[in-house]
């Protein structure tokens, strides 16, 4: 009784399987959109069966957008048909991904009989009425209660992924008329970015924008080719057109050779750069042989895929928490590339089940990096511009005095000389004052340092407004500073020191304890002899003016003529 209990359950199952397979699609509605449904596959691994073969195999149940990996090379799917009802119809069976293959066959069967059949090769697919923008088009005339059988044979280069949807007339043309929008917006959004890489390279010219590029180049030739833009736009397919799908290798390359750039892994992370140079070594070797058998190269790409994420993924982690400031950014724009391109590779690989966003994983996941991967280099150019400021900042504090913000001594002796050696070589002539605040120890002695400070600031503020925009200010300390005048003999000079000698002696400081307080100074000039004299000995012949313009009472100017030769 154990026994046929046993039999008549592998007997019903086995109807049932059957029933399963066998039961056709019934296409009853006036309009038909079909996108979700059953259909069966076999995969022949001769290569090399014909369709009376194909007819006697067991075929398994899957869906109408379905992937097998990489070992499904040349695949056979079964459709079984029914118009319900009493009008006939035509129905238009579409392949949309037919474009990614090396071959396409339809043999169609009404009862038991071959009644129509039609083979392309991508090679010279393009005059063929059922191409139309990388996809294939194969009407099927359905009468009623009438059941087909319809057998595609997919022939692909590497991966075998599938779909297969039906329409009716107007149905066939929104599906063709509305394909590809999403690709073409990933696309455009990488040839932006590429424009802004090439600005970003003419401004900078750092090595890695020239790496960038090339990965954006290659990630949206990559997206253009495997989602069928340019079988869409171009009519671009078949065996020559394959081989970009080296572009799918060229990515990553680029990738790490970024990566290894901007971080500067070789120089402060030798570790981690070992392991990237590891991966690059590998996707090298896998290009040379793409060259030469890409169909071959492609096989591994899914697992080199996961490979790379592993690697990267963990190079980035370990430069995280060695404190790299960028990384953390390339870590979250990574995440999002590792996330979808992971199941883009079980997608490949025929473990997940089609979705959109499996199949359009490795693009999704391409252009969210790509996004962060220009704000690495932006953010980058900030941080050398802020340290730059930096230390344009430092050389300028270095260069000027706290109190005044005027230059200070060593500056003004090293920009003086050089306005010197222009001076000569341009026959220009060129003045030097020394001024010097009158009885400053008394304005200390009386109302404080704070108050001295306050008529050094003065001073200070005055020669700047009475100055020209071209001389050189400095403090030299204490109550000391020296004008160099560019282009100005003695008498423009002496105009220049009457109109700062004068603006001082009218100013006027209100001190804490509501006095008002007056000053002035005095001012030594000379005209630089420019075939004899340093800057040096001509601040020492001011000094000596200004010595003498303070003997004679102060408050005024004291020239001392240019020595005789």
């Known amino acids: 009784m154990l026994q046929v ?7 019903f199952c086995l109807l049932f399987t059957f029933h399963a397979q066998a039961s056709p699609l019934v296409i009853s509605e006036d309009t038909v959109n079909l996108t979700d449904f059953k259909l069966s596959y076999f995969i022949d691994d001769s290569r090399s069966l014909d369709i009376e073969e194909v007819t006697r195999q067991s075929f398994s149940p899957t869906g109408n957008y379905t992937t097998l990996g990489t070992s499904a090379k040349v695949t056979w799917y079964k459709l079984q048909l029914r118009i319900a009802g009493t009008t006939a119809q035509q129905i238009f069976v579409h392949l949309p991904y037919a474009y990614h293959v090396r071959s396409v066959a339809f043999y169609e069967f009404r009862g038991a009989t071959l009644t129509h059949s039609e083979w392309l090769d ?4 393009k005059d063929s009425p059922l191409m139309y923008r990388g996809a294939v088009v194969y009407p099927i005339n359905m009468v009623s209660d009438e059941t087909l059988t319809l057998y595609v044979r997919s022939h692909a280069y590497s991966h075998q992924w599938f779909a297969l949807n039906l329409h009716d007339a107007e149905g066939s043309k929104r599906a063709l008329i509305g394909a590809k929008t999403d690709i073409a917006l990933m696309v455009g959004m990488m040839l932006a970015l590429v424009f802004y890489n090439g600005l970003l390279y003419f401004a900078t010219s750092k090595k890695e924008n020239i790496y960038y590029s090339f990965y954006l180049i290659s990630g949206l030739l990559w997206i253009a080719l495997s989602y069928g833009l340019l079988a869409n736009v171009f009519g671009w397919y ?4 394959f081989m970009l799908n080296l572009s799918l290798i060229t990515m990553p390359i680029f990738l790490l050779l970024f990566v290894m750039t901007i971080f500067e892994t070789k120089r402060f992370y030798p570790i981690e750069h070992r392991f990237l140079q590891f991966m690059l070594i590998l996707l090298s070797v896998t290009l040379v042989y793409g060259l030469f058998d890409i169909s071959g190269a492609l096989k591994p790409a899914s697992s080199l895929a996961a490979l790379m994420m592993i690697i990267t993924f963990s190079v980035s982690i370990s430069l995280y928490r060695k404190g790299n400031p960028l990384v953390k950014y390339f870590l979250i724009g990574h995440s999002f590339f590792v996330l979808f391109n992971g199941m883009a590779v079980l997608f490949y690989k025929g473990l997940i089940s089609p979705s959109y966003i499996s199949h359009f994983g490795v693009g999704i996941g391409i252009v969210l990096e790509a996004l962060t991967l220009a704000f690495i280099i932006s953010y980058r150019i900030k941080i050398l511009e802020d340290i730059r400021h930096s230390q344009e900042e430092l050389k300028r504090q270095a260069a000027t005095d706290p109190l005044t913000k005027l230059y200070n001594r060593r500056y003004f002796y090293s920009e003086a000389d050089y306005l010197l050696e222009v001076a000569k070589t341009q026959q220009e002539p060129l003045s030097v004052l020394v001024a010097d605040i009158d009885h400053f120890k008394r304005v200390n002695d009386t109302y404080g340092h704070q108050m001295g400070d306050r008529v050094i600031v003065e001073v200070a503020t005055t020669l700047k407004k009475f100055c020209r925009s071209k001389d050189l200010i400095a403090r030299f300390g204490g109550e000391e500073f020296v004008v160099l005048l560019p282009a100005a003999d003695e008498q423009e000079a002496n105009k220049c020191a009457q109109r700062i000698l004068l603006a001082i ?22 005209e630089v002899d420019n075939s004899t004299e340093t800057i040096q000995m001509a601040v020492n012949r001011a000094d000596k003016a200004l010595y003498q313009a303070k003997q004679s009472g102060r408050n005024q100017i004291c020239v001392q003529q240019m020595p005789d030769n």
């Not at 209990?5 to 007997?11: D, P």
């Not at 078949?238 to 057109?241: I, M, P, Q």
């Not at 002696?505 to 000379?526: A, K, Y």
Request: aromatic residues 8%.
């Open 238 to 241: 078949g065996d020559r057109v």
């Open 5 to 11: 209990s046993r039999y008549l359950c592998i007997y």
């Open 505 to 526: 002696q009218s100013l006027v400081l209100i001190t804490d304890e509501q006095d008002t307080l007056h000053f002035t100074v005095s001012i030594g000039l000379v």
């Open 122 to 125: 991508m090679n010279d697919a």
